[in-house]
């Protein structure tokens, strides 16, 4: 199975702040986030273990699979909003407004990393660790995330880019012989 998480919360995140490929670590409720995780997923065995190079991932990874090897990819890094990164969510622009918007609709604003550019990057990293033998922990980010569940659901036609998806949230997909399912939400069952 593959798992791909997003980091626990951060100070930017409690503030509303675009923080993009800014590097901040977890705050106290990030680190109870993935915690809870990690409890929630305890009796897997990760044989495997990546995460965007970003300290929020990072740590989110070495709480979720603390006996693990975190091996750092580049490739699953937040998406680059470039001029735009640290800016209020509250107070945006008009064009990443209407981005944001409509993300399948209106393309990213200059300056900002197109998410075709995120579907090309996180699919190169799929295509890389499909034929790994074991369970697999992605620990990334929220917009490289859907970035990772748009490539493997090409029938969604972008409907992951406008789904929310909160701090330390999970899905997984089961992978077999160097094919991936289709993902879907992870929770687990019995506690």
Not at 20 to 30: A, C, K, M, P
Not at 124 to 129: A, C, G, L, Q
């Amino acid at each position: 199975m593959i798992y791909i998480i997003r980091h626990g919360q951060t100070e930017m995140n409690q503030r509303q702040v675009l923080q993009g490929r800014s590097d901040h670590v977890l705050n106290e409720e990030g680190v109870r986030q993935a915690e809870k995780a990690a409890a929630e997923m305890r009796g897997i065995t990760f044989d495997h273990v990546f995460s965007s190079p970003l300290k929020r991932a990072v740590q989110t990874a070495e709480i979720v699979a603390p006996c693990a090897e975190v091996k750092i990819d580049a490739r699953l890094m937040e998406m680059d909003y470039g001029p735009f990164e640290g800016l209020d969510l509250n107070a945006l622009p008009p064009e990443i407004k209407t981005f944001f918007s409509d993300f399948v609709h209106n393309p990213a604003p200059e300056g900002m990393e197109p998410l075709s550019s995120v579907v090309e990057r996180v699919g190169r990293f799929v295509e890389d660790i499909r034929k790994l033998k074991g369970n697999i922990l992605v620990s990334t980010h929220a917009i490289a995330m859907k970035g990772i569940l748009e490539y493997l659901t090409p029938a969604s036609h972008g409907s992951y880019w406008s789904k929310y998806i909160g701090n330390c949230a999970v899905y997984a997909a089961e992978c077999r012989d160097g094919k991936v399912g289709i993902p879907a939400e992870w929770k687990r069952e019995e506690m």
